[in-house]
């Protein structure tokens, strides 16, 4: 089945340790993109990756990284999460991010992370 | 950058009315308009797109139309359905700041649909 996949679903963290979720998709896109969703302000983009070893900063990256090492996996790290880090994630990917070329994103099921 | 606006926030409509939302994007380059549909507790998926070749597409009861010159586009749905309620969001691209090929997608706020019985 064709899908993305997140890891974990549910977050609950302290302030400054280091955490990873990933995100995987078997769709073989080449593009990969982190959001976050916050009530009252929609889906604002962190970064996205057009293939892999190449990505870009977003609207909101501060506090973010992420790496492209293989196409079908896009880890997004914090290094040291903050209480305003507190959000719900998706990770997406389409086909490509070619502006000759829109494609549906595919949506993760999203990852609700907590920081106290 | 491209700065999408979306109204309104939150629409309440009874089942079997229409139901209108509406984005404005500023980016005049800007040419795919997707929307995304939202249900409680879900993923966004898409549910209908339109490219700036054309002024409106149809599927079934959910209708795009695009205005390129007041820069603007909109969600219709007809004959709406208690399972319509979910949060709508509309999208546009804007090139990618670097000046590559490539391209951000920036979303408006979403809209909160409910169809009441």
């Known amino acids: 089945e064709a899908q993305v996949t997140q890891n974990p679903r549910y977050l609950i963290t302290v302030t400054g340790k280091k955490l990873t979720v990933t995100c995987s998709q078997n769709?073989?896109?080449?593009?990969m993109s982190w959001y976050r969703q916050d009530p009252g302000l929609g889906l604002r983009q962190i970064y996205y990756s057009m293939n892999v070893e190449v990505t870009d900063k977003g609207d909101v990256p501060e506090g973010y990284k992420v790496s492209r090492k293989e196409k079908r996996n896009f880890p997004l790290i914090l290094e040291s999460p903050s209480p305003n880090q507190t959000s719900l994630y998706f990770c997406a990917s389409s086909l490509n991010g070619l502006a000759s070329s829109y494609n549906e994103q595919f949506f993760g099921p999203g990852t609700r992370l907590t920081v106290l | 950058g491209e700065n999408v606006e979306q109204h309104p926030s939150t629409l309440s409509v009874q089942e079997g009315d229409s139901a209108v939302i509406k984005c404005t994007y500023s980016?005049?380059?800007?040419?795919?308009f997707p929307w995304y549909k939202q249900e409680l507790g879900k993923r966004p998926q898409l549910i209908i797109d339109i490219r700036s070749n054309v002024g409106e597409k149809k599927d079934q009861r959910i209708a795009v139309t695009l205005n390129k010159t007041a820069k603007h586009f909109s969600l219709h749905i007809t004959e709406t359905q208690p399972e319509d309620s979910a949060v709508y969001f509309c999208?546009?691209?804007?090139?990618?700041?670097?000046?590559?090929?490539?391209?951000?997608?920036?979303f408006g706020k979403g809209t909160l649909l409910t169809v009441n019985p």
């Open positions: 999208a546009a691209p804007s090139p990618n700041e670097s000046g590559g090929s490539n391209y951000k997608l920036t």
């Open positions: 980016d005049s380059a800007s040419n795919y």
């Open positions: 769709m073989n896109h080449e593009y």
